[in-house]
């Protein structure tokens, strides 16, 4: 283990060099005038799994290419065998006056690495590659079988994911599935996280006149469809931000003490958290701490508002429309087809038959939940503590991996969560930042993790 | 007086040539690239009120010069005194692919003119124009002293002419203004507009977290400002329409007997409004009917929103802020800048402790009211009824034309508002027309005032 160790030591100063390269590509998958990047991305993902000594292949999808990438499969006795699942798509860099140098142009700072896409997700995934190439190129023999997922569509939703995963059950069969995407609650505190949130998203789109109106000969007589908007959306949330929707919160159980004791663990304090995110004061539901509140209860978020003139000055219309963007949070039990029901007919409900009405639904995921002591939870622990050299956390996350259930489902694999961002790395903001200590410790954490997963279970 | 309108009647069909000419120009305030085009329109205009009889110059001004035009003084006893007022620059065009024909090829199908500028304002002022043209080429002694003032800012919101009024105090006295600017409900309902809403304009901003956050990370702990807005919005009006805004209403006297018995005679219909409007439900205050809550009722419109994501898909952020744009309408006796503070006053109360709120103020103008029951209003009802033949209405108009103010306090001299536009003449959208019959209507009638106006007081 040593040598590769020392191998990952020596070979910081180009592996920086290489995710600059990666981190160059636009690609952005919301965005249809960006599907060359990701094509040109993919394309270089698998050249450079190959020159590391995988075998990789592009797998066309209908939408953007997953990199599938392998070790080479020896004749011996059969091996526990792992999939490392990341993704090379990024989210739009908007608003992009707000960065500070061009969202693809890498710029290092200190010990930060400024790119779109540094933590979420090309660091963390080029992290777990850079291990394996440690054991290629040290001759060390790794105790596992190893194949790399790397998708093109994680922030579009993942849509042609399970499939894939279906299509090639038996090819992707494996223990576990090791998934860095998520994120540690410092340099100091590793952390293995055993649950996700899950996510609806949807657009309510209010319709008014056929035509933006002048407000002056009209306004009065006939509806505001932004105030309409509004008057909506203010019925769904309490001031607290409990939502208001009738049977949102039916099926989810209450947190264990267990649990609670977890969260309290977790070294980020309110004063801290206000700073980080330079609002005047924290906000969220009563009776549930801001780390529990921001993990562990789901949420009604607008995520988005357009409507009538944005321009600048006054424009005096009553406009034809008005649109919010919404996603919701969802926790685990909460099942997203069935909190999408509800909140599509209350919104319907209580809707005002001076308009029209329509949503759209998005993508939509079930919310993760996994042991955090069974033996590949106690596994990879050892393995964070080893390469971070202390006593690592575990954690719930906010966020959604939604394809971390498609994990289960169609492979029967538990996913670890075993995420190098920090909590300040501006993942999906303007000036996404990676820490290039926890890329290097990243690294050290997946070659130990082979190690410590792959010894017979005690 | 029938020597007059006999010249009218025989002159139509160069009367209606001379407009094409007038409508040629595309004299479009709003666009630097015309700013010699609305010369050049202002130098024909001069011209031809020299060619009627007029002593007409060109007033420069810090922006588009301002035609003036007088009759030629007599030597014997002072006579009544009566400007008139109307502007030659037009709205832009555009969209232009929506016009059937280009906006300043003045094109006549069946009895309406279609041109840019048609109705609004050249074809009404040109009306008048051609009415002093009958009294001076037939010798008919004209009863009063008649003033033209036709600006070239109207459209920009009549930025120099409140300076140029100060200015030229002495020289405007007069005891009437007259103005064709507005509309009559059809051909069968020649209009007396005798009120005119007001205005304020402004913009709420609510700053959320520093930047946008990701909302699996951060949503449920911080409050989200989109609906922080929303929420605010929601709180300002009720379900009606009725803004919640204490003392709102204060200074608003009640409509009287006379005016709702008024209202009740114009000839629009609840379902011919819902269908122009192409609105499922029309909509407004209780107690008040449609042309009342248009026309005599105040407003809280929201012009616009903006927030996060507004592009394709989604965008799982709680945004950094939210911002809509605002209008009310106000009606006589809400002063603006008492209303402006109440507005302001009560947003900051009831904005939420978690989010940092920023009000811009924008424009704003007093409604206009005068009495539809003077002495002159009951002059310009008689002129009305004598060219059109049937009996005029008297109505209160919803939109705002912030200069009859300053011709109040600036002049002391109230405005009669005479309009010849009719509802579907698309005043500042494409196809923009005017109606020939009102065009030659409008001329009697403005043969008719002067002599209505002049007569001794009764």
Not at 97 to 119: E, Q
Not at 178 to 191: F, L, N, R
Not at 238 to 260: H, K, Q
Not at 333 to 345: A, D, G, H, T, Y
Request: hydrophobic share 35%; aromatic share 8%; glycine share 8%.
């Amino acid at each position: 283990m040593q040598v590769v160790l020392n191998y990952l030591k020596r070979n910081q100063a180009r592996f920086v060099a290489e995710l600059c390269d990666y981190l160059r590509f636009p690609s952005v998958s919301a965005q249809p005038q960006h599907k060359k990047d990701l094509h040109a991305c993919a394309g270089w993902l698998v050249d450079h799994c190959r020159k590391i000594g995988l075998e990789a292949r592009l797998c066309p999808t209908a939408g953007h290419p997953i990199v599938v990438a392998k070790t080479p499969r020896s004749n011996g006795p059969r091996k526990p065998r792992f999939m490392v699942y990341g993704h090379y798509d990024v989210q739009p860099p908007e608003p992009l006056d707000l960065w500070k140098s061009p969202p693809f142009a890498p710029r290092i700072v200190g010990r930060s690495i400024y790119a779109r896409g540094s933590t979420d997700n090309k660091g963390q995934n080029f992290a777990h590659l850079k291990a394996v190439e440690a054991y290629f190129k040290t001759g060390t023999p790794l105790p596992c079988d190893l194949t790399f997922v790397i998708e093109g569509e994680e922030e579009v939703g993942s849509a042609n994911l399970a499939k894939f995963l279906k299509t090639r059950r038996a090819e992707l069969q494996c223990d576990a599935v090791v998934v860095s995407d998520t994120g540690m609650p410092s340099p100091k505190h590793p952390a293995l996280t055993y649950s996700l949130r899950g996510i609806i998203a949807f657009e309510i789109t209010v319709f008014g006149p056929s035509r933006d109106l002048h407000s002056g000969g009209f306004g009065g007589a006939v509806e505001n469809p932004a105030m309409a908007l509004a008057r909506l959306l203010a019925q769904l949330r309490d001031a607290s931000g409990r939502v208001t929707i009738p049977g949102f919160y039916n099926d989810i159980p209450p947190l264990s003490a267990y649990e609670r004791k977890q969260f309290a663990r977790l070294p980020i304090k309110d004063r801290d958290l206000q700073k980080l995110l330079g609002v005047k004061k924290l906000f969220g539901e009563r009776g549930f701490t801001p780390t529990e509140q921001r993990s562990a209860r789901p949420t009604f978020e607008i995520n988005g508002l357009t409507s009538g003139y944005q321009g600048q000055g006054s424009k005096t219309i009553v406009p034809a429309w008005a649109r919010a963007k919404i996603t919701c949070r969802l926790v685990p039990n909460q099942r997203p087809s069935e909190i999408r029901k509800l909140v599509c007919r209350h919104i319907e409900k209580i809707c005002p038959p001076t308009v029209r009405l329509k949503i759209e639904a998005g993508h939509g995921a079930e919310a993760y939940l996994m042991s955090p002591t069974s033996a590949s939870a106690r596994a990879a622990l050892r393995a964070l503590e080893a390469a971070f050299g202390c006593p690592p956390v575990v954690m719930r996350e906010g966020g959604s991996i939604p394809i971390v259930n498609d994990f289960k489902k169609i492979l029967g694999a538990d996913s670890l969560l075993l995420g190098l961002g920090l909590p300040d790395d501006n993942a999906h903001s303007p000036n996404e930042k990676f820490n290039l200590d926890c890329f290097a410790k990243g690294q050290a954490m997946s070659a130990h993790l082979w190690q410590e997963l792959s010894r017979p279970r005690v």
